[in-house]
């Protein structure tokens, strides 16, 4: 497809299981972004990719959290050893280059039970 | 102070109205700007793109003032479907050119 593609598109789980989420950027996109965004709140920032560079993990919230990227393609984002708190929506975005706009995928709707 | 700040809202309209959103940034490196909608438990959707002299896409203008740190949206004739929630959204190209979204501005536009 021409968009960013994101799966699952809904995760329930258990407190304590790992979950894998999946992000296909667009095409061609050097930079992707992975963010979360809890219920009624802002988008939090969590990490970033720029082709082969090191990843931005700045904003990942816990060492329960990583993420990879396998050069300008697929990216995961795993949480191990889920918490409540960490039920939101995860998003991730894609884009062509600097100052260009990202485009976000629909994410996924993670719910920890 | 938050790198990017905005009025939550929300602002209830008419149909009809003009409503201007007003967004500061505390980075005076920042190099790029945008506004982004978001309707409710959707993802955000770019809206359009900020340029220094201003720009305008149909009813919607965009205007940056650099010199006071601020970028505001203008809607023109609002409509129904206008309502949603307004992210504005700035880029600058230390730390790898990371987004930083505001918080959102919430515009319900009413009959």
């Known amino acids: 497809g021409a968009g960013v593609s994101q799966s699952p598109s809904n995760k329930v789980t258990e407190k304590g299981k790992d979950v894998e989420l999946r992000c296909d950027p667009i095409s061609g996109h050097t930079a992707l972004y992975w963010y979360r965004q809890r219920l009624g709140q802002g988008l939090e920032f969590l990490i970033y990719?720029?082709?082969?560079?090191?990843?931005?993990k700045s904003g990942l919230p816990s060492d329960r959290f990583s993420a990879e990227r396998t050069g300008e393609s697929v990216s995961t984002l795993t949480i191990q050893r889920t918490q409540q708190e960490d039920s939101a929506v995860y998003l991730c975005?894609?884009?062509?280059?600097?100052?260009?706009?990202?485009?976000f995928g629909d994410g996924t709707r993670l719910s920890i039970l | 102070r938050k790198e990017v700040e905005q009025d939550p809202g929300p602002f209830n309209v008419p149909e009809g109205a003009t409503v201007a959103f007003n967004c500061t940034y505390s980075n005076s490196a920042s190099q790029s700007f945008f506004w982004y909608r978001q309707d409710c438990r959707k993802e955000p959707k770019l809206l359009m793109s900020?340029?220094?002299s201003g720009n305008e896409d149909g009813r919607f203008t965009a205007q940056l003032n650099r010199a006071s740190q601020y970028i505001s949206l203008l809607i023109r004739d609002s409509k129904l479907s206008d309502s949603a929630t307004y992210l504005c959204v700035v880029t600058s190209t230390g730390g790898g050119n990371k987004l930083t979204f505001g918080t959102g501005t919430q515009l319900k536009v009413e009959l």
């Open positions: 990719f720029q082709g082969n560079s090191a990843p931005d």
């Open positions: 975005a894609s884009k062509l280059g600097s100052n260009q706009p990202q485009h």
């Open positions: 900020v340029y220094s």
